[in-house]
């Protein structure tokens, strides 16, 4: 590539460490592409550089082709064969092309080198380079293994990451080792499970002593009961046995719609499914027909007190006017007058759940209703249905004061 002979070469990098020394102490060499060169010419332009003043020998990977098990060779063969090494300190510099240069890295270390050239997130030339927090962490994590250490300071390497990750503009991928949204985020059952009941089940590193402030419990389809109280109880609420089993069958409805369940949609599901007063309507079974040029209508199955299903079906101005006409007939509540109907999104997103909040009036009465899903039609025919529901508690109660003759 020089047009030189190894002869020449060797001597270009000689003079070139002479020339450092003669200006500093600490001088380090690295002869490029180390994992492709002739072993034994390697060694001497080692050698060579050391006897020159060369204080550090950096090996480098340059084009991220060599395996770990090559690598350390390399290395070893560096340590027992190069009769000055003990005046330098041998250092690696490895890419990730082929996704090697962490191992490589600590391939090189278990086989004598004492220092490594790496980066935060794992930046580099093309696929990157050797990343730190892997590095430092599998040092530290695994001691046993490697019996070696490291001065780092662990516990900023959460924030050290997020720095350079907003000046660089490039984002951490959440399945990055260490620092990694979800390098600490559960979301298998078998998992949250075990982690609540004793950390280090599934966790080998505790996330706090790189920077994170805990693990986190990822609620997804995959969520059994024990997180989701878990959760729940985090948010302040309390659930009996039979409460939790109804809310968790609604969060497993809702998971299989989202990739996650929020804290947001936590709420709504719980003040949405628990009640502290008995549901006279409840809906079985709603569907909608609307579209461009096409009349919108609703067909509803009720359940009434528990026992009777009535089943109705409306024309209506919008596919919600049709399931409130729809519903109507079938509560027997044709007067009923909706007042007020509002809608938002419980969290952002396509998948968020929608609420829907409806005020009602009926013979002087006024009742209010809520309602969330991720179906924003099915969410207001419950909010209708929690307002009627409420509307029967009072007249029942009027029914109870009134005098008897």
Not at 32 to 58: K, S, W
Not at 87 to 101: F, K, P
Request: aromatic residues 6%; hydrophobic residues 40%.
């Amino acid at each position: 590539m020089v047009g030189k002979t190894p002869d020449q070469v060797l001597q270009m990098a000689v003079d070139a460490v002479a020339r450092a020394k003669s200006h500093c102490d600490d001088v380090e060499f690295s002869p490029m592409d180390a994992a492709r060169t002739e072993p034994q010419y390697l060694l001497d332009v080692i050698e060579a550089t050391i006897e020159a003043g060369a204080t550090t020998i950096n090996i480098p990977d340059t084009v991220g082709y060599a395996v770990p098990d090559q690598f350390g060779r390399i290395i070893r063969n560096i340590c027992e064969k190069v009769p000055n090494v003990d005046q330098a300190i041998i250092s690696v510099h490895c890419h990730d092309d082929l996704g090697m240069a962490t191992i490589n890295a600590l391939e090189a270390l278990r086989n004598g080198a004492r220092q490594v050239e790496c980066t935060v997130n794992g930046l580099g030339e093309r696929a990157g380079n050797t990343s730190l927090e892997e590095v430092v962490m599998a040092v530290k994590t695994r001691g046993d293994y490697f019996d070696l250490y490291t001065d780092i300071e662990t516990r900023e390497i959460v924030n050290t990451s997020r720095l350079v990750s907003r000046l660089m503009g490039i984002v951490v991928p959440p399945n990055k080792p260490i620092v990694g949204a979800n390098a600490f985020a559960h979301s298998s059952g078998i998992h949250q499970d075990g982690v609540l009941k004793d950390r280090e089940n599934f966790e080998i590193i505790d996330p706090r002593s790189v920077g994170w402030e805990e693990s986190s419990i990822v609620l997804t389809a995959r969520s059994g009961r024990h997180a989701l109280r878990h959760r729940l109880e985090e948010l302040g609420f309390q659930l009996s046995q039979d409460e939790l089993n109804i809310a968790y069958e609604r969060f497993v409805k809702v998971a299989d719609k989202k990739k996650e369940v929020y804290d947001e949609d936590l709420m709504a599901i719980v003040e949405d499914e628990i009640r502290d007063f008995p549901m006279r309507f409840a809906l079985d079974y709603l569907h909608t027909v609307s579209g461009t040029g096409t009349i919108p209508s609703a067909t509803v199955r009720i359940g009434i007190d528990g026992k009777d299903h009535v089943q109705e079906s409306a024309w209506g101005d919008g596919p919600v006017d049709a399931t409130y006409r729809a519903i109507k007939k079938a509560t027997d509540n044709t007067n009923t007058k909706v007042e007020n109907y509002t809608i938002r999104g419980v969290t952002g997103g396509a998948e968020a759940m929608g609420e829907v909040t409806v005020n009602v009036s009926c013979n002087g009465r006024i009742s209010r209703g809520r309602g969330v899903s991720t179906d924003i039609i099915e969410a207001s025919a419950k909010a209708f249905l929690d307002a009627l529901n409420r509307l029967a508690i009072q007249q029942d109660s009027h029914k109870e004061r009134e005098p008897t003759v």
